[in-house]
C-alpha cells in the first residue's frame, strides 16, 4: 500500500476486497472455490501491518457485511474457516514469530474456529452435521448399489459389499474430531500458501520452513500412539465407545504424524546418499500407494522421536 493511504482507509480498502472475495466464493461456481481460499489474505495483510486489534475489527465488519449481502450461515463460514486464520497468521508474522510457531498457531486458531463453526451452525439450524453427513454417504452408497444392480451385478456381491459399508460408516462417525482436525489443517494450508505468495509482492514475507529433511515431532506423538493402540484394545474388550473413539482418533492422528516423521527421515537418507530425484518419486509414489509400507515408515517415524536415527548414526550432519 502507497504511504500516502491513511491506515482507515487501508483497512477499508481490504474489507471491501475481502467482502468481493466472499461473495465470488459463494456466487460464482468452481472459479468461487478457488477464490474462498485467498479470503484470509487481505486480513492476514492488514493484521501485519496495523494490528490484531484492527485485523479482528475488520473481521467483525466482514462478517457483518456478507451476513447482509449473503446470509448469515456463509457468513459465519467464511468468517470462522479463513478469516479468522488470516488474523491468527497476520499476528503471528507481527510477533516475528518462526515459521513453525505461526503454522502452529494459525491451525490451533483454526481447530477452534472450526469446532465453533459446527457448533454455531448445529444451533442455528437444529441438525446434526455428523448423522446428516453419514446419511449423505449412505445415500450415495445406495444408489451405487443400484446402478450395479442394474448392470447385472451378482446379488450375492452387491450384499457383502453392503454389509462392509455400514461398519465403515460406523468408524466414519467415531473420525469425525479427526475430520474436523483434518478441515482445519486444509485452511491452515490454504491460507499459508496463499499468503506465502501474496506477501511478496507487498514487500513482506513469511519466514522459510526447515528442508523437509530436518523435520523432527517430539516424542509425545509415540506414547500417544501407544495409548490410542491400547485404548482401542481396552474399547472394544470391555465396550468402551467413548475411551474408543478417542483412542482411533488419538492413534489416527499420531500415525499420521508418525508417517510425516518417517518420510523426512527418509528424506535425510536420501540426501545423506544423494538418491537422484526420479528414484525418490518412485520410492515416495510406492510407500504412499502401499498400505504396508506406509504404515512401516509410520512406525519408523513414531520410533524416531525417541531415538533419533539422524543423531544416533549420522551424528546429524
Known amino acids: 500500500m502507497s504511504k500516502s493511504i491513511t491506515p482507515t482507509v487501508?483497512?477499508?480498502l481490504l474489507v471491501a476486497i475481502t467482502v468481493i472475495m466472499g461473495l465470488v466464493a459463494v456466487y460464482v461456481p468452481l472459479f468461487g472455490m478457488?477464490?474462498?481460499?485467498?479470503c484470509a489474505v487481505p486480513l492476514a495483510i492488514l493484521t501485519v501491518r496495523q494490528g490484531a486489534d484492527k485485523g479482528l475489527i475488520a473481521l467483525v465488519v466482514t462478517f457483518i457485511l456478507l451476513t447482509i449481502l449473503i446470509s448469515p450461515l456463509p457468513a459465519v463460514r467464511l468468517a470462522l474457516s479463513f478469516g479468522i486464520c488470516g488474523v491468527a497468521l497476520g499476528w503471528s508474522v507481527?510477533?516475528?514469530f518462526g515459521a513453525v510457531r505461526i503454522f502452529i498457531t494459525t491451525l490451533i486458531v483454526a481447530s477452534a474456529a472450526q469446532i465453533l463453526s459446527l457448533g454455531?451452525?448445529?444451533?442455528?439450524?437444529?441438525?446434526?452435521f455428523i448423522e446428516t453427513q453419514i446419511?449423505?454417504?449412505?445415500?450415495?452408497?445406495?444408489?451405487?448399489?443400484?446402478?450395479y444392480e442394474s448392470m447385472g451385478v451378482e446379488q450375492t456381491r452387491i450384499a457383502d459389499a453392503k454389509k462392509q459399508v455400514e461398519p465403515a460408516l460406523q468408524t466414519l462417525a467415531l473420525l469425525m474430531p479427526t475430520l474436523v482436525l483434518l478441515t482445519s489443517l486444509t485452511n491452515t494450508l490454504a491460507v499459508w500458501f496463499t499468503s506465502k505468495w501474496i506477501f511478496p509482492k507487498l514487500q513482506m514475507k513469511l519466514p522459510l520452513f526447515p528442508s523437509f529433511a530436518e523435520w523432527k515431532f517430539?516424542?509425545?506423538?509415540?506414547y500417544l500412539a501407544a495409548?490410542?493402540?491400547?485404548?482401542?484394545?481396552?474399547?472394544?474388550?470391555?465396550?468402551w465407545t467413548m475411551i474408543e473413539e478417542i483412542s482411533l482418533n488419538i492413534l489416527i492422528i499420531s500415525t499420521a504424524v508418525g508417517a510425516i516423521q518417517g518420510l523426512s527421515l527418509l528424506s535425510f537418507i536420501f540426501d545423506r546418499y544423494k538418491v537422484s530425484k526420479f528414484l525418490r518419486r518412485v520410492i515416495y509414489v510406492l510407500i504412499l500407494v502401499n498400505m504396508l509400507f506406509l504404515q512401516l515408515v509410520a512406525i519408523t517415524g513414531l520410533i524416531d522421536m525417541l531415538l533419533d536415527?539422524?543423531?544416533?548414526?549420522?551424528d546429524g550432519k
Do not use: C, H
Open 10 to 12: 487501508e483497512g477499508g
Open 34 to 38: 478457488l477464490v474462498e481460499f485467498f
Open 94 to 96: 507481527r510477533k516475528n
Open 120 to 128: 454455531i451452525l448445529m444451533a442455528m439450524l437444529d441438525v446434526n
Open 135 to 147: 446419511e449423505m454417504v449412505r445415500e450415495s452408497f445406495n444408489e451405487s448399489f443400484a446402478m
Open 218 to 222: 517430539p516424542a509425545v506423538f509415540l
Open 227 to 239: 495409548f490410542g493402540a491400547l485404548g482401542i484394545y481396552w474399547g472394544v474388550t470391555r465396550g
Open 309 to 314: 536415527y539422524r543423531k544416533r548414526f549420522f
